[in-house]
């Protein structure tokens, strides 16, 4: 839905599954008119698509894009971001690390978001904004196989240049959110702003490249990592970097007591991966893959002594986990905060609790419609409380 300032908010639909098309268009049908008439019957309902690679090369079809847009005007809705981080399908089988595959290495990841670009600039009308949100470069772990990371600059760059191509003829804003995320090839701040400077000083045309490439901040992503949103976005702003999408989500806490830690062992699943970043005194001080092996390794003393443990687990954002565990809605409040103050340094806002199928239990709604029109209900109010309105 449009906001004031020029903003855009939706939820991501990663949350439903869909691998083709044919199932991703039957979740928009199925789940997305739902939540619309729950949330915002009356107004022009925005849409945060998710398209895996498979469902793109269908969805790129003339015929099958035109049906998608009649139905979208049939319906008063619209789409303004896509999510390209997932290639492959994200429900229901191990994803894990290989959400990171193929990575920015790769001509095949470069095909793809050249390809999500070109459904967009079709999905858009004349003089819109358009964004698309994708994965930090690689994931560390993959990072000890190459010898240097040129290949990385050299299709982001490409990519830059297509999408300007794409974007003339209509004359569109067209531009990449690359997502930090814990244990990525850049996770905080401070490496997103050394991985940004590396690229513009490979970069040709870095007026281009400053146009169209930027940072999906993720405040999941970033409060796990222990840090301030204002402080790290008042960084980007002073950098030139442009922020192309916040995700409003929030990750799960918990102070490291043995009724808390076994606590997490419910939040412990085969599907994602849910990085841990060990904090002590407000810092990080130490980085686990995933939560089962943080909790076996602190089983076995081998973790170092910490006062609060996060976890890169999306919890919903209206409901905080309970039984001793806690949240980081503070950071997702402190960025819309910060967006209040600065209402033209990003003009795209996706909720994005894609978790809805491994929550436990007592963290779910009745239904994933309920869920999201919840968070909504409670993003809708914060926002309303900092001057934003429904337009």
């Known amino acids: 839905m449009k906001l004031t300032h ?14 083709s098309w044919a199932e991703t268009f039957d979740s928009l049908k199925k789940y997305v008119l739902q939540v619309r008439k729950m949330v915002a019957p009356e107004k022009r309902f925005a849409i945060g698509l998710r398209l895996g690679a498979d469902s793109a090369v269908e969805l790129s079809e003339n015929q099958k894009i035109h049906a998608f847009r009649k139905w979208m005007d049939e319906n008063n809705s619209y789409v303004f971001t896509i999510n390209g981080f997932p290639y492959g399908n994200f429900h229901g089988m191990r994803v894990k690390e290989q959400v990171y595959r193929p990575d920015w290495m790769t001509q095949d990841r470069l095909d793809y978001t050249i390809l999500l670009f070109s459904i967009l600039e079709k999905l858009l009308n004349t003089n819109e904004e358009g964004s698309v949100s994708t994965l930090p470069g690689s994931f560390k772990e993959f990072l000890h196989d190459y010898k240097n990371f040129d290949n990385i600059f ?9 999408i300007e191509r ?6 569109l804003d067209l531009h990449l959110g690359m ?8 996770e905080t701040t401070e490496e997103t702003l050394n991985f940004f400077n590396q690229l513009f000083e490979f970069g040709n045309d870095v007026e281009i490249l400053r146009k169209t490439i930027g940072v999906n901040y993720d405040c999941c992503h970033l409060a796990v990592e222990f840090e301030d949103a204002k402080e790290g976005l008042n960084k980007y702003l002073q950098s030139g970097i442009r922020l192309s999408k916040l995700h409003l989500s929030s990750a799960l806490t918990a102070k490291p007591s043995p009724k808390n830690l076994h606590a997490l062992k419910n939040f412990v699943e085969p599907v994602y991966l849910h990085q841990v970043s060990l904090g002590k005194s407000g810092k990080c001080i130490d980085r686990i893959k995933d939560l089962d092996l943080a909790l076996e390794n602190h089983s076995a003393g081998n973790l170092p002594q910490s006062d609060e443990w996060r976890v890169h687990f999306h919890v919903p954002l209206h409901a905080s986990p309970g039984h001793g565990l806690g949240d980081t809605r503070q950071h997702v409040l402190d960025t819309l905060s910060w967006l209040s103050e600065n209402p033209n340094a990003c003009r795209h806002l996706e ?4 978790t809805w199928e491994v929550l436990p239990d007592n963290l779910h709604a009745t239904t994933v419609v309920e869920q999201v029109a919840l968070e909504y209900e409670w993003t809708l109010k914060q926002m309303y409380d900092l001057g934003f309105q429904v337009q």
């Open 6 to 19: 020029n903003a855009h908010l939706a939820y991501c639909t990663n949350v439903h599954r869909g691998n």
């Open 154 to 162: 050299k299709n982001i760059q490409s990519c830059a240049l297509e």
């Open 166 to 171: 794409i974007a003339k003829p209509k004359n």
């Open 179 to 186: 997502e930090p995320e814990p244990l990525g090839m850049f």
């Open 351 to 354: 909720m994005e609790t894609y």
